[in-house]
């Protein structure tokens, strides 16, 4: 099993930044990509951004040229780096972690609200 806890949401005004974190434990050498989902109020929940293990990154258009994701291997954690925020990327954002066998796990949840 793999264990991801989420940290950085919090409250910002538009145009401003946020850094979120996860760390994962438990398995973690069958871990393969990391990544961010988001979910917000009444919406589905979407794909945000991922890295590989070998550090190629993927983003969702609407977060590309202000998201940056990024992964520290050693300390097995991938960061989110959010700026320019808009009220639209208010919603709960889960971390994710994919094993090599197929397996997705997922975190419980950071908040970000952003006020306009």
């Known amino acids: 099993q793999v264990q991801l806890v989420e940290s950085g949401g919090g409250l910002v005004q538009a145009g401003g930044s946020l850094r979120l974190s996860c760390a994962a434990s438990?398995?973690?050498?069958?871990?393969?990509?990391m990544g961010w989902y988001r979910q917000a109020p009444g919406n589905q929940r979407e794909l945000v951004a991922t890295?590989?293990?070998?550090?190629?990154?993927n983003y969702a258009d609407s977060v590309k040229g202000r998201f940056t994701i990024s992964r520290d291997n050693a300390k097995n954690t991938v960061f989110l780096q959010m700026n320019s925020l808009k009220p639209e990327d208010t919603a709960v954002y889960y971390c994710?972690?994919?094993?090599?066998?197929?397996?997705?796990?997922w975190g419980k949840g950071t908040l970000v609200t952003v006020s306009s």
């Open positions: 890295v590989t293990s070998g550090t190629n990154t």
């Open positions: 438990g398995i973690i050498f069958s871990i393969n990509t």
């Open positions: 994710i972690a994919t094993t090599t066998y197929g397996m997705t796990h």
